[in-house]
Nanobody, 115 residues
């Protein structure tokens, strides 16, 4: 059973930074890819950033230049570095991993950007 546990969320002022971490219960090398999604109140869940097993990355246009995804195989973690945060980045952020046709999700971590 795969478990993904997010951490690093919290309250931050506009312009601030946070780094989200997603810890997997086993080796992340088993996954075809991993990513970060977010869901704001009243909105659909959206893909923020992803990274494939061969290192190809995707970052949504709305966060390009501000967010970056990375991974560390040694500790089986994926990170989302978030800079220049805006109020519209407020959402629950979810870690995702996929292996062939199976998706795994974390429980989510709240990010609130407010002055």
């Amino acid at each position: 059973q795969v478990q993904l546990v997010e951490s690093g969320g919290g309250l931050v002022q506009p312009g601030g930074s946070l780094r989200l971490s997603c810890a997997a219960s086993g080796s992340i090398s088993r996954f075809n890819g991993m990513g970060w999604y977010r869901q704001a109140p009243g909105k659909e869940r959206e893909l923020v950033a992803s990274i494939t097993s061969i290192g190809l990355t995707y970052v949504a246009e709305s966060v390009k230049g501000r967010f970056a995804i990375s991974r560390d195989y040694a500790v089986n973690r994926v990170y989302l570095e978030m800079n220049s945060l805006k109020t519209e980045d407020t959402a629950v952020y979810y870690c995702n991993a996929y292996e062939r046709t199976v998706d795994y999700w974390g429980q989510g971590t709240q990010v609130t950007v407010s002055s």
